[in-house]
Every structure is written in C-alpha cells, then in structure tokens.
C-alpha cells in the first residue's frame, strides 16, 4: 500500500493505493501548525476509517505548494516508517518542463504532467479547479509547455464578498436560472456561472494559441465534479489527478 498526499493552500488530499486501485481519499486542511507527529496520528485515523492498517504503507509521495506544511508531510511519512518522497522540479520523472523557469513550476502541475501523459497519452489541457484556477498545457509525450493560473473560485468569491459591505456569502451551487430575483440568487449565478465562462473561455484562447483545437480537457479539483459538467470545453473529470500523478511518480522512482 502506498499513501499520496497532495497539499494545496486550502486543503491537503490523502489517498491510498493498492496498485491502481484507489483505497480511499481524504481532504483536511492545510494547516502548517500541525507537527509531524499531529500528521501521522491524522493519517492513521484516516487508514483506519477504511480499514487499512498503517502498518502496511511501503512508501509515501507527497506534492506540496505549502513550504511550511511540507517538512511536516514528510516528517509524518517518515515516522509511519514509509519511504517518503517528495516531488518537485528536480525529482527524475519521465516527463519534460519546457518552459523559461522550470525549477519554478510548482509540484501539483509536474505530477499533473505526468497523470494527463500516463493517463490519456494526447496532448491535454489539465484544468484544475482548486485555490487558483490554472490551466497546464500538457503534450501527449509528457511535455509540460506552460498554461495558465487564475483567481480559483472560491477565493474570487471571498474576495467579493469581504469587499462589499451588503453582500452575503453563498454556497457554490450551480442556479436553476441565470437572471436572479433576489441577492442571494443574483450573486450565486454570477460567481458560478463567470467560472463556468472562465474556463470554457481560457481554455478556447489557449486551443488556439497552441494550435491544438482538439486537445483534450480534463478538470480536477474539489470543485470539478460541481463545476465541470456546466463547461462546455471539458470533456473528462478526474478529482484526483493529482494523487495518481504521486502513483505513476512512485512506481517510476521503485518503492524499493
């Protein structure tokens, strides 16, 4: 069994592997004040919940775009006795960053490189719908070309609502209707349905540019099951790309 962690800004995503097959997945916060020890105690509730024992982890792979939460992670992986690893531009992976800083492309977006090429082997544009929004321009031989990164959803929507003084907070649920009659539904349909727009939108601009009009799109994120069937452009949802990224990654590097 293997555990792959993916922490994002706003919550960190477990999931355990037996092979392909996925075991189980959860999602906590990203809280960088937890130590070491707070993380194994967490992760081994998490197992446990599903009925998997600990003590059969043989590796851990973890993608992180929180520095402080990282050592964390990793002092968790390795106090559960599992070699742990984690991605980043230098890890020796079977895919390519062919973009003018590659040693800045953050971790998610290599091992999303490397899920889209595993995965789907054509070129691929990885919507992933998280804290930020971003686009990654994916060849179908593992060639990561750049993409784009935008405000995510949730946190445009925070911004507006803490900016203006009238405005409640809504839940992000798609409106029966478009026109609103009231606050609550005028703001609703304007946060979801600018998201939808937004990324059916970016990802039309970046078709064109890239001269691929039938690359494929396939969305990712905790709010790409929501989100994504309203987008005209995505043609596929896997919620956890990211985790099978970390699964291709260790089978690449030997769990040995």
């Known amino acids: 069994m293997i555990l792959t962690i993916d922490a994002g800004n706003t919550e960190t995503v477990f999931g355990a592997f037996d092979g392909e097959r996925l075991l189980g997945?959860?999602?906590?916060?990203?809280?960088?004040?937890?130590?070491?020890?707070?993380?194994?105690?967490?992760?081994?509730?998490?197992?446990?919940?599903?009925?998997?024992?600990?003590?059969?982890?043989?590796?851990?792979?973890?993608?992180?775009?929180?520095?402080?939460?990282?050592p964390v992670l990793r002092a968790a992986g390795e106090r559960l006795g599992a070699r742990t690893v984690v991605v980043d531009a230098s890890t020796p992976l079977p895919i390519r960053l062919d973009v003018d800083e590659p040693l800045s492309v953050g971790s998610d977006r290599i091992v999303n490189t490397l899920a889209a090429a595993r995965l789907y082997a054509r070129d691929t544009i990885a919507v992933d719908?998280?804290?930020?929004?971003?686009?990654?321009?994916?060849?179908?031989?593992?060639?990561?070309?750049?993409?784009?990164?935008?405000?995510?959803?949730?946190?445009?929507?925070?911004?507006?609502?803490?900016?203006?003084?009238?405005?409640?907070?809504?839940?992000?649920q798609?409106?029966?209707?478009?026109?609103?009659?009231?606050?609550?539904?005028?703001?609703?349909?304007?946060?979801?349905?600018?998201?939808?727009?937004s990324v059916d939108g970016i990802v039309r601009r970046i078709r064109e540019e890239w001269n691929r009009p039938d690359a494929f799109v396939v969305a990712t994120g905790g709010i790409a099951p929501l989100l994504a069937p309203h987008c005209a452009t995505v043609q596929h949802v896997e919620p956890l790309l990211t985790l099978h990224g970390l699964r291709f990654a260790l089978e690449h590097l030997g769990k040995d």
Not at 37 to 58: C, H, I, N, T, Y
């Open 25 to 70: 997945a959860w999602r906590a916060s990203s809280r960088s004040e937890r130590t070491g020890d707070e993380m194994r105690l967490l992760v081994r509730s998490f197992l446990r919940e599903k009925g998997l024992e600990p003590d059969a982890l043989e590796a851990v792979a973890i993608a992180s775009v929180v520095p402080p939460l990282t």
């Open 129 to 172: 719908l998280g804290t930020a929004t971003s686009f990654d321009c994916i060849t179908a031989d593992g060639t990561f070309i750049g993409g784009v990164i935008a405000p995510g959803v949730q946190t445009g929507a925070e911004t507006l609502v803490r900016r203006t003084a009238k405005l409640p907070r809504v839940d992000l």
């Open 174 to 197: 798609p409106p029966p209707t478009v026109i609103g009659r009231r606050t609550e539904s005028v703001l609703r349909s304007g946060i979801f349905f600018a998201a939808v727009d």
